[in-house]
C-alpha cells in the first residue's frame, strides 16, 4: 500500500514534540529528585537494617521459632529442629533426622551444587 504523500510533515513534527516533551521530562523528573534527596543525603544507608554475616533474612528469633540447627542457617526450624530445606535435604539424602550428629549437620550445611561437574 502506497504511503500518501501528506504524512512526512506531520511525521516530523510529532517526532519533534516528542523529543521535547521527553527533554522536559526529564528535567522535572530530576529537579523533583533532587529537591526529594536534599536532606537524606548520609540517611539512605542507615535506614537499611541489616546484620553482619546476614543476607537480608529476617532472624528466626523474629518470628518466635528457634533457629535451624544447621550451622549458617538462620530460619525457623519446621520439623525436627530443622527448616524446611534443610529437613527437605536429610529426607532426599536418606538421613535419619530423629538422630542427626555434628557430621550430619555439616553434611546438611555443604553446598552440592559447587560439587556437580567435578564427578
Excluded: W
Amino acid at each position: 500500500m502506497p504511503r500518501p504523500p501528506n504524512l512526512d510533515p506531520i511525521r516530523a513534527t510529532l517526532r519533534q514534540l516528542g523529543q521535547q516533551i521527553g527533554q522536559e521530562l526529564a528535567t522535572a523528573i530530576t529537579e523533583s529528585f533532587s529537591s526529594a534527596m536534599e536532606g537524606q543525603r548520609g540517611n539512605v544507608l542507615r535506614a537499611i537494617p541489616s546484620a553482619p554475616g546476614r543476607r537480608g533474612r529476617p532472624a528466626a528469633t523474629a518470628s518466635g521459632k528457634a533457629p535451624c540447627k544447621v550451622p549458617s542457617c538462620h530460619r525457623p526450624h519446621a520439623a525436627k529442629g530443622l527448616c524446611m530445606n534443610h529437613y527437605a535435604k536429610a529426607k532426599r539424602l536418606k538421613m535419619n533426622v530423629d538422630s542427626l550428629n555434628d557430621n550430619n549437620l555439616n553434611e546438611l550445611a555443604r553446598d552440592l551444587r559447587a560439587d556437580r561437574g567435578k564427578r
